[in-house]
T-cell receptor, first 111, second 114 residues
Framework: DTAVSQTPKYLVTQMGNDKSIKCEQN?????MYWYKQDSKKFLKIMFS???????INETVPNRFSPKSPDKAHLNLHINSLELGDSAVYFC??????????FGPGTRLTVT | RKEVEQDPGPFNVPEGATVAFNCTYS??????FFWYRQDCRKEPKLLMS???SGNEDGRFTAQLNRASQYISLLIRDSKLSDSATYLC???????????????FGQGTILTVHP
């Protein structure tokens, strides 16, 4: 009965590789988000989708491409991974502009 | 200036202590305010919303001062289980739309010891 789930939980890969992180929510929410939490623990929004439509696209390298096949799923694909991409990536969802429910996070390490 | 600024701490307090966290935000058009809690290596979870009139939830009291652009969280009778990072969060509504674009402070680390 997990509300927001992400896979994989851990991802270790080499520079230059392409990887994807998947997110699913079973809360019936219309809006989903991707956040990045770096080593200094700052949590920053990257993207947001509302009913499969991109509504927030922060200043993120275009190597990062979100895809929402339906409103319950929001995936994140990263091309040409760099060392600086190492972080914890959180998916979240909400039904309005208030409480957001976060997934458990994907810890990405680029070597 | 950071959009949302918090004292990162760490705060180390004994059980039963009262501890207060402060937060300031730079955008006067910010519309809604929250405290989230994040345990070590876990995801953030909503602790409470913050209203201008102030609100209380058990041992936790949150206050908002819009004029000073200041938010606070007071924890009374601290428990060991309160040990976590407390994140001050602000929702800014840009251009008349709001889809929950939350801006997070860097968090304040609290450790409650026996």
């Amino acid at each position: 009965d997990t509300a927001v789930s992400q896979t994989p939980k851990y991802l270790v890969t080499q520079m230059g590789n392409d990887k994807s992180i998947k997110c699913e929510q079973n809360l019936g929410h219309d809006t989903m988000y991707w956040y990045k939490q770096d080593s200094k623990k700052f949590l920053k929004i990257m993207f947001s989708y509302n009913n499969k439509e991109l509504i927030i696209n922060e200043t993120v390298p275009n190597r990062f491409s979100p895809k929402s096949p339906d409103k319950a799923h929001l995936n994140l694909h990263i091309n040409s991974l760099e060392l600086g991409d190492s972080a914890v990536y959180f998916c979240a969802s909400s039904s309005d502009s208030y409480e957001q429910y976060f997934g458990p996070g994907t810890r990405l390490t680029v070597t | 200036r950071k959009e949302v600024e918090q004292d990162p701490g760490p705060f180390n307090v004994p059980e039963g202590a009262t501890v207060a966290f402060n937060c300031t935000y730079s955008n006067s058009a910010s519309q809604s305010f929250f405290w989230y809690r994040q345990d070590c290596r876990k995801e953030p979870k909503l602790l409470m919303s913050v209203y201008s009139s102030g609100n209380e939830d058990g041992r936790f009291t949150a206050q908002l001062n819009r004029a000073s652009q200041y938010i606070s969280l007071l924890i009374r009778d601290s428990k060991l289980s309160d040990s976590a990072t407390y994140l001050c969060v602000v929702n800014f509504n840009a251009g008349g739309t709001s889809y929950g674009k939350l801006t997070f402070g860097q968090g304040t680390i609290l450790t409650v010891h026996p």
